[in-house]
């Protein structure tokens, strides 16, 4: 990834989730761009796989490496989406779906904890094989697929058959999934909720056109 310089976090609170709206809808382009063609955004990926490693950020900014471009995809998918420019419905879907899945992980406390104890030993592959190693992907692959894959609503995902059963690929969609369920808790959690993506539109719009002049 190419480095960029570290800025500061936002301060208004709707400018903090809609940029981690942003990485919920990163998540969702990269996998729609995997199920359609087998390939993704590698920044967008990157971004995707660190935040989701790191599990005790120092702070809100490093979660997406310091720079808001680092959501490049997600901000310009997700300013798609709030100015209705979308033609893909399936990245909406999934970007939505991946909220819902969000929250009814955090009804399960089991769930939650299982996921914060394994998430920790996939670190120690990711330290010693590198974060986007196939070992790393497989294991977080994998552990999307014993846990968050286990809840009545799935998030049916669409693309090319055979690439969708190429190797490893299985693994790189749920393991995109579930950054995106990453990046929706970190949403949550910065005080976004549903309701709020209808009756503050004007003011996410608002917070996505500052972030294009920055």
């Given at each position: ?26 998540a969702a382009a ?113 552990l999307y697929q ?69």
């Open positions: 990834m190419t480095p960029t310089p570290i800025q500061s976090a936002p301060q208004r609170a709707v400018a903090r989730q809609t940029l981690a709206l942003a990485g919920v809808f990163q990269v996998v729609d761009e995997l199920a359609r063609t087998g390939q993704c955004d590698e920044r967008a990926w990157n971004t995707l796989i660190r935040a989701t490693l790191d599990t005790n950020p120092e702070s809100f900014a490093a979660i997406y490496g310091g720079h808001h471009n680092n959501l490049r995809l997600g901000i310009d998918t997700l300013s798609a989406v709030m100015n209705r420019q979308r033609n893909d419905p399936a990245v909406m879907r999934y970007g939505f779906s991946l909220v819902l899945l969000m929250q009814k992980l955090r009804k399960d406390d089991a769930m939650l904890a299982s996921l914060g104890e394994r998430l920790q030993r996939v670190q120690g592959q990711a330290e010693h094989f590198g974060e986007t190693h196939e070992n790393v992907i497989a294991s977080l692959g994998q014993d846990t968050l894959s286990t809840f009545r609503y799935r998030i049916v995902v669409q693309g090319d058959p055979s690439l969708l059963q190429s190797r490893m690929m299985p693994e790189r969609v749920r393991t995109a999934l579930l950054t995106g369920v990453r990046f929706a808790l970190l949403w949550h959690q910065q005080g976004g909720r549903r309701w709020k993506l209808l009756f503050q539109r004007q003011a996410i719009k608002k917070s996505l056109n500052a972030l294009d002049d920055r």
